[in-house]
């Protein structure tokens, strides 16, 4: 246990120095195009997967890959960990995250996000606020993008299930994309507020996109089924 902390000290010393000099040094980014801080957000993923290989043993699996079709997705995927935000920016060609509009008001990194073109959510404006979101990732899914919802809308422990969010079926109502649920086993490696990080594999599972003309009930029932079964199967 002795090691797992030592590495753990070492990843987390990494972890937020080098994103705390990669938030600061990306200021004068905010004046160019959005692509370039996309470029730079790409470069710190792998820089991140790379920490966790050389600090904590922990290597990164995806499987399935194939499951996610070109151009505008919603992928609903799995939130055990801090790793999952990280995660799909180095593995879509232009993502779109949904997040809570706290996260993009702190300074700075709330302007990256929003040079991003991320979509906020405020949870607690109720009916006005989830139009909001809905007509901004119908505009997100007209230039083509891959929109990137946690349908419990936290992270949650291993082995557990916070209730998935009606938010994600107003989405897929509305843009009618096709939608690839994302089951993944990193909680147990990268645990919700752990300074822990424990050596492994993080698994990544891309499922098949679900069947289309699912009604709203029925999409989010089938995304609950498929996305924890596949992640209780992993743990």
């Not at 702190?106 to 404006?125: L, T």
């Not at 119908?138 to 230039?143: F, L, M, P, R, V």
């Amino acid at each position: 246990m002795m090691i797992v902390w030592l590495r753990s000290l070492l990843f987390n010393l990494g972890f937020y120095g080098f994103t705390t000099v990669t938030v600061l040094t990306s200021l004068p980014l905010l004046a160019l195009p959005r692509g370039v801080l996309l470029w730079v957000l790409r470069s710190y993923t792998w820089i991140v997967e790379a920490m966790l290989r050389v600090f904590c043993n922990i290597r990164v699996q995806v499987e399935g890959a194939e499951h996610i079709p070109p151009g505008a997705v919603l992928i609903v995927s799995k939130h055990g960990s801090a790793f999952d935000t990280v995660f799909w920016l180095n593995r879509l060609p232009d993502p779109c995250y949904i997040m809570k509009i706290e996260l993009m008001r702190i300074p700075v990194w709330g302007w990256m996000a929003r040079k991003c073109e991320m979509v906020g959510v405020d949870r607690a404006g109720g009916g006005a606020a989830l139009k909001k979101m809905v007509r901004e990732c119908q505009a997100a899914a007209s230039a083509g993008r891959q929109i990137v919802i946690y349908p419990e809308g936290t992270r949650a422990a291993a082995g557990a299930t916070e209730p998935y969010q009606p938010g994600v079926a107003a989405i897929a109502g509305v843009t009618k994309l096709p939608v690839v649920p994302v089951a993944t086993n990193s909680a147990l490696f990268w645990g919700r507020n752990s300074f822990l990080k424990f050596p492994g594999t993080i698994r990544v599972k891309i499922l098949p996109p679900l069947e289309p003309g699912l009604s709203r009930a029925a999409l989010m029932t089938r995304l609950e089924e498929v996305i924890e079964g596949e992640t209780r199967a992993m743990l």
